[in-house]
């Protein structure tokens, strides 16, 4: 099958011409607010800004991104020092392109806490990512996140009250939880953090969950993972543990349901997972790979461990976004990758790697609608409003939570 795929040479843009492609064959799929691109608009158009932070004064809500970016430009340089713009992956270009440090959540959090010479930390993330540099800064440093309404659905699955409720199932039903480890994803509330720190468990991201998780089985007999199910049941894959001994706990059921768990099941199982997704990574599917790989035979596919079981066990490669990013770039010049992880980062990477064929694996381009919700326009106004001493939109974690969530975290930091 030929595949058409133009030269570095004929694209202007490779990620523009390979969705061009793409589009082709596009198959119908979930829609979300931010389907119509990732370009920045003004503020006020967006389709969801009454959603969003609303008391942004009314001066910012029209401003085109160029004016924008002036305004954010010139506020960085009269803050100078004062401030450590930190930019998650999956953040716009509009905004990455002020960072001083582009990551994941926990190397950004730790990067801000090794700047402790800087007093203020503008997170252009979400809350949990703001929470967690708040937990690690310097006691002096506060942390700001841009837009307050910018969470993440994945951590707004596992609410505290429905985590200790399930807990407790778990102590009544086993007659004690001394042999459950509890393990929380970084994308997770700082008070389930602390849970982890308080009962004996840890923290773990993408690029550690099967060391965590081997730590977490010298400690006790069986792991409560939270809240992504797929993180939990793709890494416990991975060390070799059968499916029907990761069991699923539904947590919309109510309380005294056992999570809808057979008590054989549960009785049998070395993980429980907390019924918890990603709604970015769970779009990626067989059907999508079938494809791609039917119209460019010699593609490459990685994808983030965020995603579905079987969509990881199709895959070429799995990992984290620092995974994705080296894999990309150490790629030999004309390599052709489907990458399945959020737009923003995807679309970076084809613009860093010209000489290589890089796109989404999914057709239907989707930010993360909550990464998204930090618009220039909300960085101009944390940072301008620095400028005149006032700090908007502090994440501050509390003293007795952050001292229970430094131990998970530093559970996890010991195993490096
Ligand atoms: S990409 Fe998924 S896990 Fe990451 S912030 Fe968005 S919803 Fe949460």
Avoid at 30 to 38: A, F, P, R, S
Avoid at 179 to 190: E, G, L, R
């Amino acid at each position: 099958m030929t595949t058409n795929i133009p030269s570095a040479k004929q694209r202007a843009n490779p990620y523009v011409e390979v969705e061009k492609i793409l589009a082709e064959f596009n198959t119908p799929q979930l829609q979300c607010e931010t389907d119509t691109g990732i370009d920045t608009i003004p503020l006020s158009s967006e389709v969801s800004f009454n959603s969003w932070q609303p008391d942004i004064p009314e001066e910012y809500w029209k401003l085109e991104v160029n004016e924008l970016v002036q305004r954010v430009r010139a506020s960085r340089e009269r803050l100078g020092d004062q401030v450590v713009i930190l930019g998650h992956h999956y953040q716009r270009e509009d905004i990455v392109q002020f960072a001083d440090e582009r990551g994941d959540s926990f190397a950004l959090a730790q990067y801000a806490s090794d700047r402790s010479d800087s007093p203020y930390i503008v997170f252009c993330g979400v809350h949990f990512m703001a929470e967690a540099a708040d937990i690690l800064a310097a006691p002096h440093q506060r942390v700001i996140l841009p837009n307050m309404e910018a969470g993440c659905s994945m951590a707004d699955m596992a609410s505290p009250p429905d985590v200790y409720s399930a807990w407790r199932e778990l102590e009544t039903f086993f007659g004690s939880t001394a042999d459950i480890i509890p393990v929380t994803y970084m994308n997770s509330a700082a008070s389930l953090k602390a849970f982890c720190g308080e009962n004996g468990g840890a923290v773990c991201t993408s690029s550690n969950a099967v060391q965590v998780l081997e730590w977490a089985f010298e400690q006790g007999k069986r792991v409560f993972f939270f809240p992504d199910q797929h993180l939990g049941r793709n890494t416990g894959s991975e060390m070799g543990i059968p499916l029907d001994e990761m069991v699923l706990w539904n947590w919309r059921k109510p309380a005294g349901n056992l999570g809808d768990l057979k008590e054989q099941a549960l009785r049998d199982s070395r993980i429980i997972l907390w019924q918890g997704h990603c709604s970015v990574h769970q779009r990626f599917s067989l059907p999508q790979m079938e494809q791609t790989r039917a119209r460019f035979p010699e593609v490459e596919i990685i994808v983030h461990p965020e995603c579905r079981y079987e969509v990881v066990q199709a895959a070429d490669a799995t990992g984290s976004t620092a995974f994705i990013a080296e894999y990309v770039a150490k790629a030999n010049p004309g390599s052709v990758i489907a990458i399945g992880t959020e737009i923003n980062l995807v679309s970076r990477l084809a613009k860093e790697n010209p000489d290589k064929t890089i796109f989404c694996l999914d057709p239907v381009v989707c930010p993360c609608s909550t990464m998204y919700r930090v618009h220039p326009a909300y960085l101009a106004w944390v940072m301008e409003s620095l400028e005149r001493g006032e700090v908007i939109n502090r994440i501050e974690v509390p003293n007795d939570t952050k001292t229970h969530a430094k131990i998970a975290l530093e559970r996890m930091l010991a195993l490096k």
